[in-house]
């Protein structure tokens, strides 16, 4: 089966966790994904290395060493992409900025992950997702008043996906133009976009709710972001906002009359007896476990379902269906599948993440035609 990004060669000289995802995505579609590696992996375990270096081929090389970066510059011209998340000062001093590669190959498409983006005074600043993520807004509004602020995790994911669509943009220009050009995705805009529901709307109307945690007992809606918690501990989360359209089937699965005089009208349920209406059904769903919740929501089509823990997806047939989730082969951990469905061109797990410099003499031999000597001289030992 021919791969929707085969012939695509992508120099990976990434090494934090978000990065080297971005780019296994491009090499789950089929593209040659050739990692260099310079001691500087900076995953928190081998779980997450083999996530995010599957389907890639490794070459060790010693930067540091003119021969190193020399043959690092030469891989260079027979891509199509070079991705880092390096310093821009580490670039320059190494002559791998995008300045020195597009002046020798003009069409190359340079990707840089960053922290804070390319411009401005933090543009070299490292790129840590935590960091960024404090600066968006984000953190203190999560939790319940008078909580700790909360640190979402997932500022590195959208950033991730957002690497690997610059590339593809900025692949389908070269195509048109014959034109390469730089790409940078930051930690700090892939968290202001995790956060795009409230910040647009601060964007664009300001106030001060927007800026403090709000009491799951204060919620406007008492059928749309207000949690419930099961009898067996597991929370309820409605998203209900047309109370009208859902009202009749929630008022009779947690045993109010549909005609309740308390609760038969919007402006009743949501400001009148809005916290009238939430003692009742927080009353209602603690009678029941979680189990009896989903069955009824399903059976009944109802905008509601359970917050689940992690050990959900790992069983959930939907997951596994859609690949979401592989089984690896000869005993292995499972391990998180493919995002994104292509009917023609699927996503396929070809090469397990590999070893510190597995593919370095297969490499600079077949794609330089280095000698044994050569590639010894420019190889990380």
Same mark, same amino acid.
């Given at each position: 089966m021919t791969s929707a990004l085969d012939g695509l060669i992508v120099i990976d000289a990434t090494s934090e966790f978000f990065s080297s995802l971005g780019v296994a995505l491009l090499a789950d579609f089929g593209a040659d994904v050739i990692r260099i590696d310079n001691g500087e992996r900076r995953l928190s375990a081998d779980y997450h290395d083999r996530l995010a270096n599957r389907n890639k081929r490794s070459v060790s090389l010693d930067l540091g060493l003119d021969a190193g970066r020399a043959a690092l510059r030469d891989m260079v011209a027979k891509s199509d992409v070079f991705v880092t998340d390096a310093g821009l000062s580490t670039l320059a001093e190494r002559g791998l900025d995008y300045a020195t590669l597009s002046a020798a190959e003009p069409d190359l498409i340079y990707a840089r992950a960053s922290g804070f983006g390319p411009k401005g005074p933090d543009n070299d600043l490292p790129p840590l997702d935590e960091l960024a993520a404090a600066r968006t807004?984000?953190? /203190? #509004? $999560?939790?319940? !008043?008078?909580? /700790? /602020?909360?640190? !979402?995790? #997932?500022?590195?994911? +959208?950033t991730a996906v957002m690497l690997a669509f610059g590339v593809m943009t900025a692949l389908h220009h070269r195509e048109e133009t014959g034109e390469g050009q730089e790409v940078d995705v930051s930690l700090l805009a892939g968290n202001m976009y995790g956060a795009s529901l409230d910040l647009q709307a601060y964007l664009a109307i300001g106030g001060e709710r927007f800026l403090h945690p709000v009491s799951r007992m204060d919620a406007g809606n008492p059928m749309s972001g207000t949690l419930y918690m099961t009898s067996d501990g597991l929370w309820v989360t409605l998203t209900m906002p047309d109370t009208d359209r859902w009202w009749p089937d929630l008022s009779e699965i947690v045993g109010l009359g549909v005609g309740d005089s308390r609760f038969n009208s919007h402006e009743l349920r949501c400001e009148v007896n809005r916290l009238e209406l939430i003692d009742e059904l927080a009353k209602a769903f603690e009678r029941e476990p979680a189990d009896h919740w989903r069955k009824t929501f399903t059976e009944r089509q109802m905008s509601a379902d359970i917050i689940e823990r992690y050990d959900f997806p790992?069983?959930?047939?939907?997951? +596994?269906?859609?690949?979401? #989730? $592989?089984?690896?082969?000869?005993?292995? !951990?499972?391990? $998180?599948?493919? !995002? #994104?469905?292509?009917a023609e061109t699927p996503a396929e797990m070809k090469r397990a993440a590999p070893r510190i410099g597995e593919h370095t003499d297969e490499v600079l031999s077949d794609l330089l035609g280095l000698t044994e000597d050569q590639i010894a001289e420019a190889a990380r030992s």
């Open positions: 807004g984000m953190m /203190p #509004i $999560l939790p319940q !008043p008078g909580q /700790p /602020p909360v640190y !979402p995790q #997932i500022g590195g994911m +959208y790992v069983q959930d047939k939907q997951a +596994y269906d859609n690949r979401y #989730i $592989l089984e690896a082969d000869g005993g292995a !951990p499972k391990t $998180l599948g493919f !995002p #994104i469905f292509m």
